[in-house]
């Protein structure tokens, strides 16, 4: 990367607001929902160029979240360069083809 910007301010989980409280059944599964709704808004938001580095391929919220994200891109019509970089931890590789059709699914051929 030659350049680029920051977008927004740092995300963290869980949200500032949960640091005193306890993290219970009530809210254990929720209290974090916000940042890969977050994640997708600033995935949808490029212009000309999407990063987004993992250790493994999305599941659960953050796949839903990536995926309406790059639909989202796809139905704006603009040219936005999306590249995935994922790890490969020993013992968990991730099978970037079976994630790049999880993302693309439903778009097309195009």
């Known amino acids: 990367v030659t350049s680029g910007l920051v977008a927004g301010s740092i995300a963290q989980t869980p949200p500032a607001r949960f640091w005193n409280s306890r993290i ?5 599964h929720t209290h974090s929902d916000e940042f890969p709704v977050r994640m997708g808004a600033l995935m949808a938001s490029g212009t000309s160029f999407v990063d ?3 250790l493994g391929a999305a599941n659960g919220k953050f796949l839903e ?12 019509g603009r040219s936005v360069v999306v590249r ?8 968990m ?5 079976e994630f790049l059709r999880k993302l693309t699914e439903g778009l097309g051929e195009e």
């Open 24 to 28: 219970d059944d009530a809210c254990g």
């Open 93 to 97: 590789p991730t099978d970037n083809v």
């Open 84 to 91: 995935i970089l994922t790890g490969n931890i020993l013992g």
């Open 65 to 76: 979240a990536m995926q309406g994200a790059i639909r989202s891109l796809h139905e704006s």
């Open 52 to 54: 987004f580095a993992s």
